[in-house]
């Protein structure tokens, strides 16, 4: 059978839930590039990588997000930090209010994923080898930087955006070349990949916090960023694509070097999502949803350990929740990841985001309204929260990835997956700082009554965002595949 048959197959997918093969990849990758290279796309066998190329691909890919994102998710431990210090005299935090310290962690998270169009277009130009030495060197470079800095704007520029910048390329490589490689198992692998953010959370917010405490945190940040640029340098040398999106790759690498100037041009041409999808009310309610819920994720992180001090709880116990919630982060993406391979990724995906707000409605804003009145009941509730919302609001970051692939196929993979996730970087960069400045002005000594404003608004962006993935859903019955 030729490519040019290939079109009037559709019985090669059977129905979106069913898992997409790689031979059905290398089929769908001929099919989408045949103006640049048809007769040699056609001929790429459907070959299956090794059990032991899988394994090392997941191990890589786990060790550059555990160290760079569990980094962006123990970011609660500089929080209460800072927040402590905007209490004294003479530091760079002296005066700072809780949302203006946000804005380091903010800008992190938010620019893992708002440079994930230009970072996708440079593993596809350069390997994802070269980019996610690029990411290690960006982290090593703003955790120097910022062990020096002597003013808060400094800190937002070196710890918050740089970080993230790293953070980004180092990330996105991953993300994005990692399920390729897995077809029935997808769901699975990409939970046991992302859950690298949860355990590098469990690892890294008691060390930071214990680093914090004996050497400084001018120390800690010197010693992270060693450690940061060591471990993601290692996953790097293992990390490359699957061998039915590498000769997709590299024929779209050879066309645009023909082109003028194509070296300086190569840098900047980011792949744009074909405009017949984007005018799709699936990718509009993917769209919505992935913003809604980006909005709300990361603040309830960044203020666990604040939050746990207006209850009483010492700087330790707080940085402890942290690790808490980060465990059922873990065990949520990779049980969850299981479960999405047998009962569907979008069922998955409105099942962690409706619960997560419910989980917000029912724990985290009764807390912050009794918390004061009965230490007790305010304690256990939150608790639970935090055990809640890391199994279940962690996990839609995992299924996002695999979900994107059966929703819009896998040839329209990588341009769906950059954009989508920079839409996700905006809604940190809109909500987390929002959620922050609803806070009453000063620290612990506020009392949790300070961030009823903040539990309220959690929960309504994510009931908000449960109603969009429910759109994406209906959408996809109508539609099931591009």
Known sequence: MTAGTQPSQPSSISKPTDDIELSTLSRLSSIADQPCSEASLAAVPPLQPTKLRQIAICTASFLCIFTTCGGVFSFGVYQELYQT??????????GATPAAIDIIGTLSA??????????NAWTKRFSPRVAVLIGAGLSFAAAMLASFSQALWQFILTQGLLMGLGTCFSYMPAATVAPMWFGRRR????GIILSGTGIG???WAPAMHALNEHLGFRNALRIAGGVTTALVAAGALVLDWDPVSKTRIDS?????????NSRLRSLWDVPLVDMRIAKTGKFGGQLVATFLQSAAYYTPVFFFSAYARTLGYSATEGANFIAINNACNALGKIVLGLLADRFGRINMLLVTTAISAVASFAFWMPSTLLGAHNLATGRGLFVTYSIMYGTFASAYVSLFPAALVEIFGPQNFASVNGILYMARGFGTLAGTPSAGATVHSGSHTAGPSAYFGMATMISSLLLAASLGVVWVRWENKRSPIW
């Not at 779209?252 to 003028?260: G, I, M, S, T, V």
């Open 187 to 190: 769901g699975l692998a990409m």
């Open 252 to 260: 779209e690498n050879a066309r645009l070097a023909a082109r003028p």
């Open 110 to 119: 938010a620019f893992m994923t708002i440079g994930a169009p230009i970072a």
């Open 201 to 203: 959370g469990l690892v």
């Open 85 to 94: 210090m905007s209490q004294q005299p003479n530091n760079p935090f002296t």
